[in-house]
């Protein structure tokens, strides 16, 4: 057990080759009890690329109580530290995204590591999905406080239609970013094919998307209900809670929704058309599933368990390369 680490050094029974596969939602189970502790330690590090924005709050209620020291710039620092986050927030993003995937696909990864390997690798796509992200999100914030209070003074019902299209627009972004950053560390294809297929996903998976949307919705639901209508005290231990959950479970469901979609209409078209098949549908060592010689026998689930008496250290073999990835039309 650990958060940053894990004793890799016993070995186990294995994992039967053929053992049947179980139903989604015992998988999911399974895969959230065994990394638990693991989605902590990933929700903490995410959680770090979040304190621009906390400071940028911290110091706008500051200035708005009157309690900012004389001489400081409450602007430019608000400011400063707004765009600060929203440069930091995709990257970030895509990094969590990485080890989650790695999660659902229960391959090996390096947290730390490929956390921030992926943050460098995939800067720049993932910054413009996150900027795109912010700004949208501003611009429905506003929408959805300025447009009730327009209906009540005015009373017209064409504001109806505006604040019902800004609600459309919020969950549609919503339901693109399930795709967007899972295409961005997963394949090759340029920005533009990527916001594309995540339009297109956002639409075709639409009864998938629905069940994921409703998942986070009343994850976090309970959490803003918490903070917002429950007692202070309540309130404090919901708010202390947030650097360690919720945001890996629900990407963590977001990525077991998700990725399967992906491969579906956007990575097995692609090997298809090569005439080949998805390495992440064939085992560990790629076998050919076609082949009808075996050389040796598949032990996974028979051997007896192993525990190491010498400690040793692991070096990571780096990340899978990318899927070209198909363009839906």
Not at 68 to 76: A, H, V, Y
Request: proline residues 4%.
């Amino acid at each position: 057990m650990g958060i940053f680490g894990q004793n890799y050094e016993n070995a186990g029974v294995g994992i039967a080759k053929n053992a049947p596969k179980k139903k989604p939602f015992f998988r999911f189970m399974e895969i959230f009890s065994r990394k638990f502790w693991k989605m902590i330690g990933l929700n903490i590090l995410y959680s770090l690329f979040f304190l621009p924005l906390v400071g940028a709050i911290a110091v706008f209620f500051m200035q708005y109580n009157g309690t900012m020291p004389n001489g400081m710039p409450s602007i430019l620092i608000i400011a400063g530290l707004s765009i600060l986050f929203v440069m930091l927030f995709g990257p970030a993003t895509a990094g969590h995204t990485k080890i989650l995937r790695a999660y659902i696909l229960e391959k090996p990864v390096f947290m730390i590591h490929d956390f921030f390997k992926t943050f460098k690798s995939e800067f720049k796509y993932s910054c413009i999905v996150g900027i795109i992200d912010c700004f949208i999100a501003i611009c429905i914030a506003a929408s959805l406080y300025i447009y009730p209070i327009i209906i009540r003074q005015y009373d017209n019902k064409i504001f109806y239609f505006f604040f019902a299209l800004a609600l459309s627009v919020g969950v549609v972004t919503l339901m693109m970013n399930f795709y967007a950053f899972l295409m961005i560390i997963a394949t090759n294809l340029k920005i533009k094919q990527i916001l594309k297929n995540s339009l297109s996903l956002a639409i075709i998976a639409l009864k998938k998307n629905i069940i994921t949307l409703a998942v986070i919705t009343v994850i976090a639901g309970i959490f803003v209900g918490l903070i917002i209508f429950a007692d202070m005290s309540i309130a404090v231990i919901a708010m202390s809670l947030l650097p360690f959950i919720p945001a890996s479970w629900l990407g963590l469901v977001i990525c077991f929704n998700s990725y399967p979609i992906i491969q579906k209409y956007i990575i097995n078209p692609y090997y298809e058309q090569r005439g080949e098949i998805n390495p992440e549908l064939l085992g560990d060592l790629n076998e050919d599933p076609n082949s009808e010689e075996t050389l040796f026998e598949d032990m996974g689930g028979k051997e007896k368990s192993i525990t190491a008496t010498k400690k040793s250290k692991a070096k990571s073999s780096g990340r899978n390369s990318k899927h070209k990835g198909k363009i839906i039309s």
